[in-house]
């Protein structure tokens, strides 16, 4: 983890450059004023450079007591596999260290990765999504029985 330059500075992003990352990561398309705008907004939030370049980063919401919602973990693929993501995971669940309960969105087939920190599935967790029939072709929703 030397060859990395970690910063929560929002005012150093290159916000094209952040959006290019998770389109790459892949994270899907999140256009560059979107990002910072939920950067901004975000309590807890990590970038991380090598070689000049931005290769990962993550956020998390955070009422800084009772909750925080992790959101948005990417990291470059060329930079993938190397515990960059596990480190990127640990520095945000060290900010949110003391809240009653830390949540996270994973897309499907990653909760293997993230029960490693700890993370149990939910029984009660529910959401309301812009393009339900989406998300439920994805796996993300499903219908109640």
Not at 2 to 7: A, K, L, V
Not at 81 to 99: D, K, P, T
Not at 115 to 126: D, I, V
Not at 134 to 143: K, N
Request: with cysteine; glycine share 8%.
């Amino acid at each position: 983890m030397d060859r990395y330059e970690w910063s929560e500075d929002t005012g150093a992003v290159d916000w094209d450059e952040l959006s290019n990352l998770y389109r790459i990561a892949p994270l899907g398309d999140k256009p560059p004023e979107i990002l910072r705008e939920v950067f901004t907004r975000s309590l807890i939030r990590c970038f991380v450079r090598a070689d000049d370049a931005i290769v990962g980063a993550g956020r998390a919401l955070s009422d800084g007591h009772d909750c925080a919602y992790i959101a948005d973990i990417a990291v470059h693929p060329g930079h993938q596999g190397n515990g960059l993501g596990s480190a990127i995971v640990r520095r945000i669940l060290a900010r949110a260290e003391g809240h009653k309960k830390v949540i996270l969105y994973a897309n499907p087939g990653k909760e293997p990765f993230y029960a490693r920190f700890g993370f149990l599935p939910m029984n009660t967790a529910m959401a309301i999504w812009n393009d339900p029939a989406a998300a439920i072709e994805a796996g993300v929703l499903r219908e109640f029985d």
